[in-house]
């Protein structure tokens, strides 16, 4: 018990060892804003765009999609980024050899990843309230339903995304994560309707958080009368939840279990060669 807890607290200083890093970090900041900052300024043009029977513009109506997007997205890479880098430089390898190392290395990369997408989240909420007519946020139960998605998607992502990150060794694998997530963007109506989609094609957008989180925020933040351009039209609240607890639930029992797995073929000679390896693709 001594050494999980320990191992829950060196988690959490790590966490925000790294989230300050990279708050102060200008480059880092940067790295991680700007993408969404010009997807905003992309939808900002779209505001005259009008939707048949819709009450609000096109820009307003993909605005919540883009924080969902912008939570999934930013979750998966992100900690997919870290294990692979990680990997290479040998941080990894220094975590197994300690006591609940690698319980507090998970820890530390979840709850950073976390605080840095809540606060990009935050940063997209403030910039798009004020730009996008018809976005409403007003209410208490807007607001807790906004909280309580952002909270359900950073459960279910940010473990999905370290089970995909112990299946990557390598940096330029990173494709193998990166294309199949840009993919579930096309399939999963955050820039359109995704009625507007193949029926086959909209049950395979449905079967991923993608979607359901794309859904969640547009709920949180869109005019009720917006539900009728959803599937079914309605907002599908309960079962919202329940695939984004689905995905939490499966990736959070994945997660512990790969991670092991992964750190047990982690050896100093590996991590060389991992190097040796980066030198020839890099130099």
Known sequence: MNTTAHSYRTGLKRALIETRNTLTSPSDLMGMLLPMLICVAVLYFLRGVDIEGAPISLGAMNMPSLIGMNIVFGGIVTMVSALVMDRVSG????????????????????????????FTTLVLLVVGLPLFDGLEFATPDRWL??????????????PLGAVLGSLINDLKNMSLVIFPV?????????????????????????????????????????????????????WRTLTMFAVLALWAVISMALAPRLLRRMSRRESGSAVAARRQLVQQQWG
Do not use: C, N
């Open 182 to 234: 840009i993919a579930s963007v096309a399939v999963s109506g955050i820039f359109y309707k995704i009625t507007a989609l193949p029926e086959w094609l909209q049950w395979i957008g449905q079967a991923l958080p993608m979607y359901w989180m794309g859904l969640g925020m547009r709920q949180a933040l869109l005019p009720d009368s917006m539900a009728a351009v959803e599937i079914g039209g309605e």
């Open 91 to 118: 941080t990894l390898l220094r975590a197994k050899s300690m006591p609940g190392g690698m319980t507090g290395y998970l820890i530390g990369h979840l709850g950073s990843t976390a605080m840095f997408l809540s």
């Open 145 to 158: 339903l906004f909280l309580a998605v952002l909270a359900i998607g950073l459960v279910a992502v940010l």
